[in-house]
């Protein structure tokens, strides 16, 4: 319907509005001083919100007899002020976004009404992202803690299906578990404009879940209610809670989101119970809770083999499994990938088993095309499930579509701020982007979560030896490989003979610390490249052949044939780090060789 001219259009996104017709951009009722020509842009962007313009739509529009660089820098002084108007930034946007040589995309959700929003001091700014704080469990029983961590697991994914709404990840939100912080302040460290704080009792077979949405800023209370139902019908429960937020803060679900929060099926309450304990455990991402987590959700299966979720599940727990090398790529991924077909032919609804796939498609498969179609699905379902994003966000990476890429790992971020995966995995993409000052930016940014995670340490390392900054380099590498507990305490020397984990930025091992100390005196004597001689020493004198890691360590000291042969051998063992074999500048001196040009063939990068 075309707006009148008495009721002007109006597009609100966060706490601004844009006039369009009248030419005035509001924040909270205030209005703000912006040109024609950025306010123009604006509303170019405000009127296909997601869509690319391009650098020749506004130059038609907006600059039609200017000369290309009078254009072009007309055009960057326009977007930096619509950027300082908005307090956008260029590297981390959070409206718009640039997309280099094509144009600028808007990538904040976007709301059209009528009419001019009322001042702050009158109506409450609206709610697009919100956090589920975990529930308090007031039943007494610290054995039933799970229980309530599970519940605040299970209402951060039935808000995550509303696409309208960010929701904030549960490894981000575990983090306040019984914090004493105000609501202001944690909304504001996770960037939310509300909080959904909250109690459960469990007595019985009875359940009872208290609910509180709390706005930020300014800070007031919303919305309360109770609600208590049989255990069976706990999944009604968490969709009910699920559909009255969405009502208080007046957003409107698709017929998809309406199905989904209004779709459930009465559950064994033991069949639950168990379900909780595995989704608690696969949490841990340690060896120990995935094993766990395994067990209980085969415990799931057995007493309810029509569960998909626990199907989804357990397709997690053998992937996790695999990555920290208790299970062997071939049977712990071939078991992943059927526990995830069989979760989706029980229910196609089920988002994380198309993101188990797409992560076992690209890292195991190397069937990126199939890939990013179980990405992209996923991401329809459930647009707030972080680790989607994150594995589309290494899948482009891997083929080269850096901003695409960057975009949907910052996506994954804004999700969950305080994973340290997530945030290790963003240096890791701009590492690979070769945008080495914002890497290590950003690496030190995951740092200040938690300055003992290994994989950060060894990103950062990767980052400094491509600057060029070996003494940096080596302090960050011995970092990375220093293990949680000492093997020298149990006998054993060399490198500890497992691996710790595998992830986006590389392998991460332990070495006891005899060898380390081994490590700096070759270091101290011979440089960078005695460091990682006598890394490769001590890896030979290992059982484990760690194909990858020895094609590295050849590869930093310029040995290339025999970088190739153990790339070869890691290709034999579709080792998942290969997909970024294009991308990695760790093999930069190896691309013109027609056999490292073959290898990306084989692996499906073409060169």
């Not at 800070?219 to 255990?231: C, G, N, V």
């Not at 949490?283 to 007493?303: D, H, M, N, P, W």
């Not at 030896?465 to 305490?489: C, F």
């Not at 710790?500 to 930025?505: I, L």
Request: hydrophobic fraction near 40%; glycine fraction near 6%; charge should be neutral.
């Amino acid at each position: 319907m075309r707006e009148s001219s008495a009721s002007p259009l109006v597009i609100r996104f966060g706490p601004f509005e844009a006039d369009l017709p009248a030419g005035e951009l509001r924040r909270q009722g205030l209005r703000i001083k912006l040109q024609e020509q950025p306010f123009q842009i604006l509303a170019m962007l405000l009127e296909r919100p997601g869509d690319v313009i391009t650098r020749e739509e506004l130059q038609k529009k907006l600059w039609p007899a200017e000369t290309f660089v009078d254009f072009d820098h007309g055009l960057g002084s326009a977007i930096n002020k619509l950027r300082q108007a908005l307090g956008d930034s260029a590297e981390n946007p959070r409206y718009i976004e640039t997309l280099p040589r094509r144009g600028f995309r808007f990538i904040a959700v976007v709301e059209r009404g009528r009419g001019a929003r009322a001042p702050a001091a009158s109506a409450h700014s609206p709610i697009r992202s919100v956090a589920v704080l975990p529930l308090a469990n007031l039943s007494g029983d610290p054995e039933q803690e799970y229980f309530a961590d599970g519940m605040t697991d299970a209402l951060i994914t039935d808000l995550g299906k509303i696409s309208a709404l960010r929701v904030i990840s549960r490894t981000s939100v575990m983090r306040y578990k019984d914090t004493k912080k105000p609501a202001q302040e944690i909304a504001q460290e996770l960037d939310v404009d509300a909080i959904l704080e909250g109690t459960v009792i469990r007595a019985g077979d009875r359940v009872r879940v208290s609910a509180n949405l709390i706005q930020a800023s300014p800070e007031r209370h919303l919305w309360a209610e109770s609600y208590e139902r049989d255990l069976r019908d706990v999944l009604a429960l968490q969709g009910d809670v699920a559909r009255a937020v969405a009502r208080e803060i007046e957003i409107k679900l698709t017929p998809r989101q309406q199905a989904q929060l209004g779709t459930s099926r009465p559950v064994n309450p033991e069949v639950y119970e168990d379900y909780l304990k595995g989704r608690f455990f696969l949490s841990k991402f340690t060896r120990e809770g995935e094993q766990k987590a395994l067990g209980y959700f085969q415990q799931v299966i057995e007493k309810d083999p029509g569960y998909a979720p626990a199907y989804a599940g357990m397709s997690a727990a053998y992937q996790l499994l695999t990555n920290f090398s208790v299970l062997t790529p071939n049977l712990g991924i071939s078991k992943a990938k059927s526990a995830a077909a069989k979760a989706i032919e029980i229910d196609s609804a089920q988002n994380e088993a198309y993101s188990a796939l797409g992560w076992i498609k690209m890292f195991y498969d190397w069937d990126f095309p199939e890939a990013e179609k179980e990405f992209q699905h996923a991401i329809e379902l459930n647009p707030n499930f972080a680790s989607t994003h994150e594995g589309y966000s290494m899948l482009l990476a891997a083929r080269g579509r850096f901003d695409e890429s960057l975009a949907e790992m910052k996506r994954a971020r804004d999700l969950d701020p305080l994973s340290l995966i997530i945030n290790t995995d963003l240096c890791a993409v701009l590492y690979y982007a070769r945008r080495y000052d914002l890497a290590t930016a950003q690496c030190n940014t995951a740092l200040e979560i938690d300055p003992n995670f290994r994989m950060t340490h060894l990103q950062l390392a990767k980052v400094y030896q491509a600057k060029g900054m070996y003494e940096e380099a080596q302090t960050e590498l011995l970092k990375a490989w220093t293990p949680d507990r000492d093997p020298d305490t149990s006998g054993k020397q060399g490198a500890v003979p497992e691996l710790a984990g595998t992830f986006g930025g590389g392998v991460v091992v332990g070495f006891t610390s005899t060898s380390l100390r081994a490590m700096r005196k070759a270091y101290a004597i011979s440089g960078w490249t005695g460091l990682w001689q006598k890394a490769l020493d001590l890896q030979l004198q290992q059982r484990t052949p760690w194909s990858y890691e020895r094609a590295v360590a050849y590869a930093n000291l310029g040995k290339k044939e025999q970088a190739l042969h153990w790339l070869e051998k890691a290709y034999e063992d579709r080792f998942m780090l290969m997909i970024f074999l294009k991308v990695d500048p760790t093999f930069d001196a190896l691309h013109p060789d027609p056999r490292f040009q073959e290898l990306l063939r084989r692996i499906g990068l073409p060169p």
